[in-house]
Nanobody, 130 residues
Framework: QVQLVESGGGLVQAGGSLRLSCAAS????????MGWFRQAPGKEREFVAA????????YYRDSVKGRFTISGDNAQNTVILQMNSLKPEDTAVYYC???????????????????????WGQGTQVTVSS
């Protein structure tokens, strides 16, 4: 059984920083990519960032580019989301996700899609006060 466990959420003032971590466990776990999504109250879950292990490619939603950085260690099955210059609109529950296989046909939006990921964490709350 695969488990993704997030940590590092909390309350921070606007302009501050938080570092989210996600650790994956499971006897046979391996992934092609890992990512972060978020869901604010009353809104749909949305893509934040992803890292594809093959090639080390990273992907970000436009609103976090230049402020958030995703990194990780494929061998350790961990992924980090460093969030700087936080804004109140970043307030949400943040979810870690993992895609176990590389796609047979890759499109430019593949890692932005919820359906591309096979495993999900329980989420960690991030609250940014103004």
């Amino acid at each position: 059984q695969v488990q993704l466990v997030e940590s590092g959420g909390g309350l921070v003032q606007a302009g501050g920083s938080l570092r989210l971590s996600c650790a994956a466990s499971g006897r046979t776990f391996s992934s092609a990519a890992m990512g972060w999504f978020r869901q604010a109250p009353g809104k749909e879950r949305e893509f934040v960032a992803a890292i594809r292990w093959g090639g080390g490619f990273t992907y970000y939603r436009d609103s976090v580019k230049g402020r958030f950085t995703i990194s990780g260690d494929n061998a350790q099955n961990t992924v980090i989301l460093q969030m700087n210059s936080l804004k109140p609109e970043d307030t949400a529950v943040y979810y870690c996700a993992a895609d176990k296989d590389y796609p047979s046909v890759y499109s430019g939006t593949y890692y932005y899609l919820i359906s591309s990921y096979d495993y999900w964490g329980q989420g960690t709350q991030v609250t940014v006060s103004s």
